[in-house]
Nanobody, 121 residues
């Protein structure tokens, strides 16, 4: 069983910063991709940022967060971080950690429970 546990959400003012963390635990053979999605009230869940390990590390960001958010991964600790700077009220959402993880004989998608980020104007 693989679990993803997020931390670091909370309340910030516009222009402020927050840092999210997500730790993957359990029987993990290889983490292919880890990233963050978010879902605002009344909206669909959308990709925020992801980092994949292939021949190197490849990062992918939503246009709305480019230049403001940075994703980083600690492979030794099975952890992914999301540094969020210059926050805007429209960044308010529940942020979900995501992992594409190989375990016993299979590769599956795993999700964290979500952490609320609220940005006040």
């Amino acid at each position: 069983q693989v679990q993803l546990v997020e931390s670091g959400g909370g309340l910030a003012r516009a222009g402020g910063s927050l840092r999210l963390s997500c730790v993957a635990s359990g029987i993990i053979f290889r983490i292919k991709t880890m990233g963050w999605y978010r879902q605002a009230p009344g909206k669909e869940r959308e990709l925020v940022a992801a980092v994949a390990v292939t021949s190197g590390e490849t990062t992918n960001y939503a246009d709305a967060v480019k230049g403001r958010f940075t994703i980083a991964r600690d492979n030794a600790e099975n952890t992914v971080y999301l540094q969020m700077n210059s926050l805007k009220p429209e960044d308010t959402a529940v942020y979900y950690c995501y992992g594409n993880i190989a375990t016993w004989g299979t590769t599956d998608e795993y999700w964290g429970q979500g952490t609320q980020v609220t940005v006040s104007s």
